[in-house]
Every structure is written in structure tokens, then in C-alpha cells.
């Protein structure tokens, strides 16, 4: 099995195959090509990270997950049918690497905290809307420590809508969701993530 940590230079595939589709390298790797797989941890790994990184409880965890998430990917390649993106794909063996390891399942947050409350935490009325206090935030190691202070269910929404830039629909496939449940927790996540912003910058 191909290793997941930084891809040597000699394992990559020649130059004129970097620009090969992400389904053309799982097809290749379908097949047992070795250098299609690691162009594919190469392009891939960073996201998966990300988001391991912000949902595992430890960074062990995570890398572990990242791991086992890259063994599934090798072995489950052939499965790939195109449907959604590869990063999503990978994303979603990611995440579910995780979750098995800490053999529960994510659902909701188990508070449920009214919208006007969140709105208001915001800065809903305030002089800048949250959305414009966040452009405008130059601090990224506030805005770091503010998505960490979240729960796992709003850091996962964000990282993969916001983040990753992945389409509605396939973030709720990721998520094993409706759309409009991935709407609705997008939505008070990015309040949720202004209001701590909000917070870090009045402290």
C-alpha cells in the first residue's frame, strides 16, 4: 500500500500525466498503478487533513484517520463512479475513517439554539452584518481559534462548504444529510463562527 505522508519525487507519474483527471487516476489505480495513487494523495491529502484535523479530538486521531481513510481509498478506488467530485469522495472516506474509530454516529448538535439568539451573537443590527466583519477580519489566527471553539458539526459544515468550496448538495452527501438540514446547519455554523469572531475581536 502506498505511503500517505509526502509523496517522494521518484514516485510521482511523468510530468505529462500531472494534468490526468482525478477519475483517470482512480481508474489507474483501479489497476494497480502505484504513481497514479500518490498523485492522488498529493492533491488530496491537504483537505483531508483539514478536516480531520478540526473534527478529531486529537492530532493522532487524525492522522490515523488519514491513514486508514487513504488504505480505503486504494482499495475501494475501482468504486469511484464519478457522481460527486473525487474530493468529495475522499472527503467522505475520510470523515467516515474518523467516525469509525470513534464508533459513533454525528448527528445534529444536541442544543438547539434559537435563530434570533444566534443573529443577535452575531452582530445582526450592529454595524457591519457578520459577513462583512469576516471579510474584513485580517487575523487569521483569531478566526482559527474561533472555528476551533466550535462544535464538530458546525466545523465540519464549514470546512467543506466554505473551505473545501464543495457544492450544496455533495456537502450533505458528505455529510449523510438533507440539503436542507446541510442549509440549515450552514447557516447558524457561519452565525455560530461570526459571533465567536465577534467575540475575539471585542475581547
Known sequence: ??????????HL????????????????????ERAAFDEFVRRHQAAAMRLLTATAVTAADAEDALQEAFIAAWRSAAGFTGTDSARGWMLTIARHALHRRYRRRVGEPEGFEPLDDL??????????????LLERLEDRERLRRALDALPEPDREVLILRD???LPGEETARVLGISLRAMKSRLHRARLRLAARVRGETDA
Do not use: N
Not at 2 to 10: K, L, T
Not at 18 to 25: R, Y
Not at 119 to 127: C, L
Open 119 to 132: 443573529g443577535v451573537a452575531a452582530g445582526w443590527g450592529a454595524e457591519e452584518p457578520p459577513d462583512v
Open 1 to 10: 500500500m502506498p505511503g500517505v505522508h509526502a509523496v517522494r519525487s521518484e
Open 163 to 165: 473551505l473545501e468550496e
Open 13 to 32: 507519474p511523468p510530468a505529462e500525466d500531472l494534468s490526468a483527471t482525478d477519475a483517470a487516476l482512480l481508474r489507474r489505480t483501479a489497476a494497480g
